[in-house]
């Protein structure tokens, strides 16, 4: 796998952000005046504490959440609207259809397309053996481990090769042995599928481990405070996981996020 | 029984089967099924027993107290009255069934017809439902007299079954079709599902379960609207249904044969009641918890 340097991860702009808000019905600002610029083929992490609008950042980028103000512009081709698949969004759970096969699991997103059934297959096939599940189509959710859950989620999400992948806290309901090995096998599929990936955690070591850019944000309202350069090389592995670089990273990461609360609290 | 257990999530992980740790749970449980096992077993013997004890005791009584047959028939001679009666009693069986399984037909397309409309229009729902309500509120055995004027026997007797029938089935597809993830909901929003789409593919499969729930309650409660029909219209000197020879029986003081019409209505109900949960199992057991733990 070749080596990805710092030039390839701040590519040409993919996404801009600008003057982002959202309010919701109840009054709570969710995010206020949120500016982000996403690059081609970066992995991005927007790192903050619960309730600074994180996931809702998400929901905007992928037409889900209307925001109050602001604009988000789309670089190269045309603007995505919602039932354009230029997006995968995996959520927090792993969401699947629990009285469909993982093998129909995956194939929603071109079923919705009306993709015929014997031209999805191939693809289905591809996305679940990237994902190590080839042997489980016939499996249904219910009869499989939380992880696995996951990489059906993910396989579902890449099936239609998103430009950007969105991840909402994927990994936080699984234990740790569980979460690790899908941290690399996420690195893995990020490298050798070029897609972009916009993480969103509330984990610092997590942030650390798989992002070449992290975004640090405010809570309440969610706006960004820091940027943090990652720039440790790829492939990363265990090596990097107890490198005194990786330890040095945590450390500044997470005083940015200190600082972070501190202003937010401080508002 | 799942698989979701934390100690071999990670084992599942790397791609392998989680036989060693089903092998470990097997030999652990081996003395929890066996007591499961003895569980299953008084469950269907201990009902058993009590029916035999009763049915001796009520033999027994009518026997040494010398009671006739028109105040209460012995267990015996009922059982002979339903194989001597039993030509009459089966064309009554039939018709009281056809009209049931007509009933509850028309109940599930009409509940669940109604359920999707209301659903894809508020409008309809707001104009509609709480006729619904009234419909369900008002006591069947009321409206069948009103019934059996306007419109000919048969037909009255299929609208009371279908009026019982099918208010469970909307109200129940209704919440079904309302309960949806609302994180699918919105995967098939980023994906550009179209409204058919939706009802087809998110909305009806999860509401299977809740739509199943409802026909095994419209079942029991369309034989109960058809006998509640074929007795308003058994008094007013027509009808062949079992319910009618019911009320025709208790005229001519037939006890036995009372029993014997009564006795073949409640096995109707259990058989109707099992096939439904029958297909509720076969619906649902790959997927849905009900019919995990429950089985039939």
Redesign the interface.
Request: hydrophobic share 40%.
């Given at each position: 796998m070749s080596d990805r340097g710092k030039t390839e991860h701040s590519g040409p702009p993919l996404i801009l952000l600008r003057g982002v808000s959202k309010s919701f019905a109840n009054g709570i600002d969710a995010i206020a005046r949120l500016d982000l610029e996403v690059r081609h083929g970066e992995f991005l992490s927007l790192l903050g504490p619960s309730g600074c609008g994180k996931s809702t950042a998400l929901r905007i980028i992928a037409g889900l959440t209307e925001p109050s103000t602001g604009e988000i512009e789309w670089h190269g081709a045309a603007p995505a609207s919602a039932g354009e698949t230029r997006i995968g969004f995996v959520f927090q759970e792993p969401t699947l259809m629990p009285w469909a096969n993982i093998f129909d699991n995956v194939m929603l997103p071109l079923r919705l397309k009306r993709i015929p059934r014997t031209r999805a297959a191939d693809r289905v096939n591809v996305a679940l053996d990237r994902v190590g599940l080839q042997k489980f189509g016939g499996a249904y959710p219910r009869e499989l481990s939380g992880g696995m859950r996951m990489r059906v989620s993910i396989a579902r999400a890449l099936i239609t090769e998103p430009t950007l992948l969105l991840m909402d806290e994927p990994f936080a309901a699984l234990d740790e042995i569980t979460r690790f090995k899908l941290n690399n096998d996420l690195l893995e599929l990020w490298q050798s599928l070029h897609t972009t990936v916009m993480f969103v955690t509330h984990s610092v070591f997590e942030s650390v481990y798989l992002s070449s850019r992290i975004v640090v944000m405010t809570p309440r309202p969610g706006r960004v405070m820091t940027e943090l350069a990652i720039d440790a090389p790829y492939p990363r592995d265990r090596n990097f996981r107890t490198s005194a670089e990786y330890a040095a990273l945590c450390r500044r990461t997470s005083e940015a996020l200190e600082q972070a609360m501190q202003a937010g609290t401080a508002q | 029984m799942?698989?979701?257990?934390?100690i071999?999530?990670?084992g599942?992980?790397?791609?392998q089967p989680?036989q060693a740790a089903v092998a470990r749970r097997r030999v652990g449980n081996r003395s929890r099924s066996l007591h499961e096992r003895r569980d299953r077993v008084l469950r269907f013997a201990l009902p058993i027993a009590v029916l035999v004890a009763g049915l001796a005791i009520w033999e027994a009584v009518v026997r040494t107290e010398r009671i006739p047959p028109y105040v209460l028939p012995a267990p015996g001679l009922i059982l002979r009255t339903l194989v001597n009666d039993w030509t009459l009693l089966w064309q009554s069986l039939v018709v009281t069934l056809l009209t049931t399984v007509e009933g509850f037909l028309l109940a599930a397309i009409g509940g669940v017809g109604l359920a999707i409309v209301f659903n894809q229009s508020p409008l309809v729902e707001y104009s509609l439902y709480p006729y619904a309500v009234i419909l369900q509120v008002t006591p069947i055995v009321a409206i069948a007299p009103l019934l059996l004027i306007y419109l000919p026997q048969q037909a009255a007797v299929l609208a009371c079954a279908w009026i019982v029938a099918f208010f469970p089935v909307l109200a129940n597809t209704t919440l079904g079709l309302n309960s949806i993830?609302r994180?699918?909901a919105?995967?098939?929003?980023?994906?550009?599902?179209t409204r058919g789409?939706r009802l087809w593919?998110?909305k009806l499969?999860?509401a299977?379960p809740y739509i199943l729930g409802g026909l095994r309650i419209a079942g029991g409660l369309s034989l109960i609207g058809a006998v509640v029909a074929e007795i308003a219209a058994g008094s007013a000197g027509a009808g062949s249904g079992l319910a009618y020879r019911i009320a025709e029986s208790g005229y001519r003081l037939n006890i036995p044969r009372m029993f014997a019409a009564l006795l073949l209505l409640s096995i109707t109900g259990i058989v109707i009641f099992y096939l439904l949960s029958l297909v509720n199992y076969f619906a649902l057991r790959?997927?849905?918890e009900s019919a995990?733990q429950a089985g039939v």
């Open positions: - | 799942s698989a979701d257990g934390p071999f999530a990670a599942i992980d790397g791609g989680p993830d994180n699918l919105d995967l098939f929003t980023l994906y550009g599902a789409q593919n998110l499969p999860s299977l790959r997927w849905h995990l």
